[in-house]
């Protein structure tokens, strides 16, 4: 953008410009179509890092989703380049919201990432009493800003339409009071409780939320306080699964039951033809794919 020193960019900044959240406009859209900012679309862009080749997602007048580039960024005006049209909805009919007791290392990264593909809205780590310590809290929450850096690639990759939040860390009864008191509330726990197969047969709420404890569980303290706020306690199966394990578990499972992973596939005649005397695709590629070898 003008007025600013690129030899200052730092490097997460960089990574969390590849893609940002989605611009709406009131015209139809087309492939190939130059459209341009003005207003308060373009001071959201600016607001949200905004650079000459940014990725984002625009809607049109008519519902549709379609991939542009910011070809152009000035302080009056942006210019993006529609460049590729969504064939079917990316986004779930489903609002799941994962409150997700911290893990240590990598694996918050790991949940983020898997969680995002799989259509999450929300992630809200928390703090429980046998989760990370305190002071680790005060050293991971430096990390934030990576989280959202994390959950952008995966967008990109996924080519979902909508970013998914991620709340700031917060301690266990802020993470049960984030939540309304509407919606299919849903908690892991070893030791079981409802089925969760008939507590989806009758749910028709498109609000979730998922709470998803430490290694070493929950206590039954703060098992008594989630009830006490409208969770279901829940078992995933005989086996006991890491935490990371059990929350991109249980997301795929109500993706599957209840959002979009059960979605109809293209019929075969929308698939390319895998017989053995169709033309190679690589032939018309304009290079020597062995010079790359």
Known sequence: MEGRNPKKKRRGREESLLVIDRVRIKTPLKVGQEIHIQGPSLEALRFQGARIGTILTVTDATGGDFRARVISLTEKEASLFIFEAFPHPTESPLEIVLLQALPDKERMEWIIQKTTELGVSVILPFKSEKSISLEERERR??????????????????????????????SFEEALSFCKEEGLKILLWEKGGGNLKEILRRSREPLIYVLVGPEGGFTEEEVKKAKECGFIPVKLGQRILRTETAAITLIGILQYELGDLSAASPSNHDLPSLRDDSPNPLSSFPFNLKRLS
């Open 141 to 170: 929450q430096k990390k934030a800003h990576r989280w959202q850096s994390i959950a952008l690639k995966a967008v990109q990759q996924s080519r979902r339409a909508k970013v998914p939040k991620i709340e700031s860390y917060r």
